[in-house]
């Protein structure tokens, strides 16, 4: 049998600046990596949504641009 492994990366740089109405989001990449951006609007939900999925990984890093529709949300990036 055939088997990969993956290391996964963590995301410890997420920063999150307002501006005019939303948040920029920004955090340093891995190449070959792909990256999801997840909130919540309240740390007692269950699960966590999707803003942006499928982010490809350059080394550099990537900017991703939320409207928010409550006043609190909590984010976190995922690597896989």
């Known amino acids: 049998d055939d088997m990969e492994l ?6 410890t740089d997420l920063t999150a600046k307002p501006s005019a ?8 990449t891995k190449g070959g990596l792909l ?3 997840l909130y919540k609007t309240s740390l007692s939900d269950a699960s966590w949504s ?7 990984g350059t080394g550099g890093t ?4 939320d409207t ?3 006043n609190t949300r909590f984010y ?4 896989y």
Request: hydrophobic share 50%.
């Open 6 to 11: 993956y290391q996964v990366v963590p995301v």
């Open 21 to 28: 109405g939303h948040v920029n989001l920004s955090f340093s």
């Open 35 to 37: 990256y999801s951006v």
């Open 50 to 56: 999707v803003l942006t999925n499928g982010i490809a």
């Open 62 to 65: 990537f900017v991703v641009s």
């Open 68 to 70: 928010p529709v409550a």
């Open 76 to 79: 976190r990036v995922q690597s």
